[in-house]
């Protein structure tokens, strides 16, 4: 039979008590440990995973379309294959512009009413601190 004898819940309160203590101390232990691996990651090593995360975000791939002639229902063609290429020209890194119109004059077949244009966008160009092209 069960016996209830005071020192006999001191005891077992004591063995409780301290199992209760070790377990406690165990799981303090095992936090620690998890919150400075953590902190290991997050201050030590930064360099080293944000640049692994720049290159997981940025990845380019080039590819080649498909390239013909497109034409409608009737044959009438819609799109073709030529070539359109932009010159971008900033008035600030251009030191003299009228050596570079005549430049470009004998390069890509300016007209002169065209050049007149662009000196006239240039001025504009200038008023308002714009990039301008043609």
Do not use: C, W
């Not at 165990?26 to 995973?49: D, M, S």
């Not at 005549?102 to 007149?116: P, V």
């Amino acid at each position: 039979m069960l016996s209830f004898n005071s020192s006999n819940i001191a005891s077992k309160t004591r063995t409780i008590g301290r199992r209760m203590f070790l377990l406690n101390s165990i799981k303090a232990v095992v936090i620690l440990g998890i919150f400075g691996r953590l902190a290991t990651l997050q201050i030590n090593e930064v360099t080293k995973y944000r640049s692994l995360a720049d290159k997981n975000r940025f990845r380019e791939t080039k590819f080649a379309p498909p390239r013909g002639i497109i034409k409608d229902y009737f044959g009438t063609e819609i799109a073709s294959n030529t070539k359109i290429y932009q010159l971008h020209i900033t008035p600030e890194n251009t030191p003299n512009i009228d050596s570079l119109l005549t430049r470009l004059k004998s390069l890509i077949g300016l007209s002169d009413r065209k050049i007149f244009l662009i000196k006239k966008k240039n001025f504009k160009a200038k008023k308002m601190g714009n990039i301008y092209y043609f």
